[in-house]
């Protein structure tokens, strides 16, 4: 077991490792954001005195070497806009994020699990079709598109709800579920075809025989049996959240990570935007080695593979 550990536990540190080389180098062919930063009526001495401050006067390995060794450290620089520490900002904003992340993931089982399971137990029927149709489209429709429809409805037309920013339950509600949107359409798809096998059992049967309830049957038995792998995989998708979050902030003007990253895009805040997506990676990585660190010990014959 030790060393599976050690191997799952070596892949994550590539992954991080291939993910901040990636974006290091991205960021730069988006030009010397030298210029964004200076006065209109700096001189070239300015501006070659500022680039040297920056670095950016060295050579692209030169700079790649420093940014691994300082990264190495926990130091991703400051940030070009704002003047403060990257890694800092990033921290500041992420309980935001984590508080719509967790959200949507509360948002997408209630609904997707319901759903999974009349689909199932009304296989072929009218309201399987109907739920087919619903997480056909969940999957379907990109999220900012749904975020703005969402936003014309329920802020605009009966204005129950706000159009975005923070600070209450309500300016949660529409940005939690336009981010659960697809993830509930995925766990209701899975949630029926895992319930479908179930259903299919003797057990099921002999339970059938003893006159027991439909609730019964459904919720005290089948569905007992599908929840470890429904849960397993949602707790996976929390990374997939995480990263979504990022344009979902953005169509809500929430307070979080994903905002923070997209100005800093705009501007070209090189250290902002490392530090944003190292910590996203991270985050998704952890989640990741975590899951199969208990799928190795729940199964052992994964650790073989």
């Given at each position: 077991?030790?060393?599976?550990?050690?191997?799952?536990?070596?892949?994550?540190?590539?992954?991080?490792?291939?993910?901040?080389?990636?974006?290091?180098?991205?960021?730069?062919l988006?030009?010397?954001?030298?210029?964004?930063y200076m006065?209109?009526?700096?001189?070239?001495?300015?501006?070659?005195?500022?680039?040297e401050?920056?670095?950016?006067?060295?050579p692209?390995?030169?700079?790649?070497?420093?940014?691994?060794?300082?990264v190495?450290?926990g130091?991703?620089?400051?940030?070009?806009?704002?003047?403060?520490?990257?890694?800092?900002?990033?921290?500041?904003?992420?309980p935001?994020?984590?508080?719509?992340?967790?959200?949507a993931?509360?948002?997408?089982?209630?609904?997707?699990?319901?759903?999974?399971?009349?689909?199932?137990?009304?296989?072929?029927?009218?309201?399987d079709r109907?739920?087919?149709g619903i997480?056909v489209?969940?999957?379907?429709?990109?999220?900012?598109w749904?975020?703005?429809l969402?936003?014309?409805?329920?802020?605009?037309?009966?204005?129950?709800?706000?159009?975005?920013?923070?600070?209450?339950?309500?300016?949660?509600?529409?940005?939690?579920?336009?981010?659960?949107?697809?993830?509930?359409?995925?766990?209701?798809?899975?949630?029926?075809?895992?319930m479908?096998?179930?259903?299919?059992?003797?057990?099921?049967?002999?339970?059938?025989?003893?006159?027991?309830?439909?609730?019964?049957?459904?919720?005290?038995?089948?569905?007992?049996?599908?929840?470890?792998?429904?849960?397993?995989?949602?707790?996976?998708?929390?990374?997939?959240?995480?990263?979504g979050a990022?344009?979902?902030?953005?169509?809500?003007?929430?307070?979080?990570?994903?905002?923070?990253?997209?100005?800093?895009?705009?501007?070209?805040d090189f250290?902002?935007?490392?530090?944003?997506?190292?910590?996203?990676?991270?985050?998704?990585?952890?989640?990741?080695f975590?899951?199969?660190?208990?799928?190795?010990?729940?199964?052992?014959?994964?650790?073989?593979?």
């Amino acid at each position: 077991m030790l060393g599976y550990i050690l191997k799952r536990g070596v892949q994550t540190l590539v992954v991080l490792f291939l993910t901040i080389t990636l974006v290091f180098f991205l960021i730069r062919l988006s030009g010397d954001p030298t210029y964004l930063y200076m006065p209109d009526d700096a001189d070239e001495e300015m501006v070659e005195q500022f680039r040297e401050q920056l670095g950016f006067n060295r050579p692209l390995i030169v700079q790649y070497g420093s940014f691994l060794n300082d990264v190495v450290q926990g130091n991703f620089g400051e940030s070009l806009m704002y003047r403060k520490d990257a890694l800092g900002m990033v921290l500041a904003k992420v309980p935001a994020t984590f508080q719509l992340a967790f959200a949507a993931l509360f948002v997408a089982i209630a609904v997707a699990i319901p759903l999974g399971v009349i689909s199932a137990y009304k296989q072929n029927t009218i309201y399987d079709r109907i739920g087919t149709g619903i997480t056909v489209f969940g999957q379907a429709i990109p999220g900012f598109w749904l975020g703005l429809l969402l936003i014309l409805v329920f802020s605009v037309v009966f204005k129950v709800l706000p159009s975005g920013g923070g600070g209450s339950g309500l300016h949660l509600i529409l940005p939690a579920v336009t981010l659960a949107a697809h993830s509930a359409a995925r766990f209701a798809r899975f949630t029926r075809s895992t319930m479908l096998d179930v259903l299919r059992k003797d057990y099921i049967r002999t339970v059938k025989s003893t006159g027991a309830s439909t609730f019964s049957i459904l919720y005290k038995y089948a569905l007992k049996n599908t929840l470890i792998p429904i849960i397993t995989i949602a707790a996976l998708d929390l990374g997939v959240l995480l990263g979504g979050a990022v344009i979902i902030e953005s169509v809500f003007s929430w307070p979080g990570l994903g905002q923070l990253l997209i100005k800093a895009l705009m501007g070209r805040d090189f250290p902002v935007v490392i530090a944003g997506v190292f910590f996203i990676a991270l985050s998704i990585s952890i989640i990741n080695f975590f899951a199969d660190i208990l799928y190795g010990l729940v199964n052992p014959q994964v650790r073989v593979k």
